[in-house]
Each structure stands twice: as C-alpha cells, then as structure tokens.
C-alpha cells in the first residue's frame, strides 16, 4: 500500500469541487438504552446523551469499495522537490491538516487563485466546516503530471471520513484533488510556480456538494 501518511486526526469538513464537504443528515441522535445496574431494582433507563455509544469510524480499506488505490508499490525515501508530483501531495496533506487545526484562512488559501478557486471567500470557506464534529483524511499517492500550454496538472486520490455533529453519524468519501501551477515559463512568479488545489471532486458527484 502506498499511501501518503495523513497528519490529520480530527477536524470538520468534506470537500467537493467546491471544496464543501457533504450536507449533514437532519435526523436526530438515536437514543441508546443504558444497561441496567444488577444492583439496583430492576428498571431500564435512557443513557444520558453524553453518555451514548458513538458508532466507531470506520473508513474503508485500500483496495476495498470506497478505499483507496492499493497501490503496493514501495513508497521512495528520496527526497522530493517541491514542483514534483510528490509535492503537490504534500499541499493535500497540508491542506487537510490546516482545515484539522482549525487554520481554516491557510488552508483557503492553498486554492488557486488566491483562494477564489472555492468558490468562496475565506469567510464562507470555515463555515461550510461546522457542521462536522470530525473530519479525517487519508492521502493517497499521486498520479502522473499532465503537462500542456505551459501548465502542469496531477491529481492526488483522497479518503475523507469523520462525524456529522447534529447526528454523531459517520460519513465516508471518496474522491480526487486536482492541482496546477504554471510551469517553468519566463515571467512565472514563485506563486504562480507553486502547486496549488484547482478542484476536489467525489465519486458520484462530479460537481456538486455531497448529499
């Protein structure tokens, strides 16, 4: 398996080729029965809210349905460059981690376009993400730079999971991050040479917010 080591644990949002993560369920928690203390007379009691068995996470494994590519080719020790194919994935990785930290205004950023390439400004961007109690993400390795008309473009497959807030549920998603930067062209900036996410797309949903 060949699979970039994600820095992410927790954090709240899912991403689209918007960036928006998918629309939480509006059906309330179900309530869980306490088990009953040998103890104390025979009764059965609701759990206290904050007391109740969440579902555990559980994201697909690769080469599995909704997993990633099992790719088991052995993952290079060399150093990478930062225009290469390796350092676009580390912007995912980064990126995700911001979002995680609750860096919500770097992780915009990483957007083409001064961010714009959300959709959103900075502010709209941290709000599609409180509806998440959890977010998680696994990268995977990247593809092959596609080249053309002094661009470059590679996509990153990504695994995003985590816990809706309203409902304590899980969600899973399976997707791709494509990125661009210019190439080595006279009048380039470091900016516009720099890797940066062009769109986030999820199977079964080639533009739209996931439902």
């Known amino acids: 398996m060949r699979l970039?080591?994600?820095l992410l644990a927790a954090c709240s949002l899912a991403a689209c080729s918007s960036g928006l993560p998918p629309a939480p369920e509006n059906s309330a928690n179900d309530t869980?029965?306490?088990?009953?203390n040998q103890t104390a007379p025979p009764a059965t009691e609701l759990a206290p809210a904050n007391e109740q068995q969440l579902e555990p996470l559980d994201p697909p494994a690769p080469g599995q349905p909704g997993g990633l590519p099992d790719d088991r080719t052995p993952v290079s020790e060399a150093r990478f460059t930062p225009d290469s194919a390796q350092g676009a994935a580390n912007v995912v990785q980064t990126y995700y981690a911001?979002?995680?930290?609750g860096r919500t205004e770097q992780a915009w950023a990483l957007w083409s376009d001064g961010g714009k390439a959300s959709g959103g400004?900075?502010?709209?961007f941290a709000a599609r993400f409180a509806p998440y109690s959890e977010y998680h993400a696994n990268i995977g390795a990247p593809g092959r730079i596609e080249a053309g008309a002094g661009q470059r473009y590679v996509t990153v497959p990504?695994?995003?999971?985590?816990?809706?807030r309203a409902t304590a549920k899980p969600f899973y998603?399976?997707?791709?991050?494509?990125?661009?930067r210019a190439g080595d062209i006279?009048?380039?900036t470091p900016e516009q040479r720099s890797w940066r996410i062009r769109a986030v797309k999820?199977?079964?949903d080639p533009g739209k917010p996931g439902q």
């Open 32 to 36: 869980s029965m306490a088990e009953v």
């Open 202 to 204: 999820f199977e079964g």
């Open 98 to 101: 911001l979002i995680e930290s």
């Open 158 to 164: 990504v695994q995003v999971y985590g816990r809706i």
């Open 121 to 124: 400004d900075a502010k709209a």
């Open 4 to 6: 970039i080591p994600a």
């Open 186 to 188: 006279d009048g380039a």
């Open 173 to 180: 998603q399976l997707g791709e991050v494509t990125l661009h």
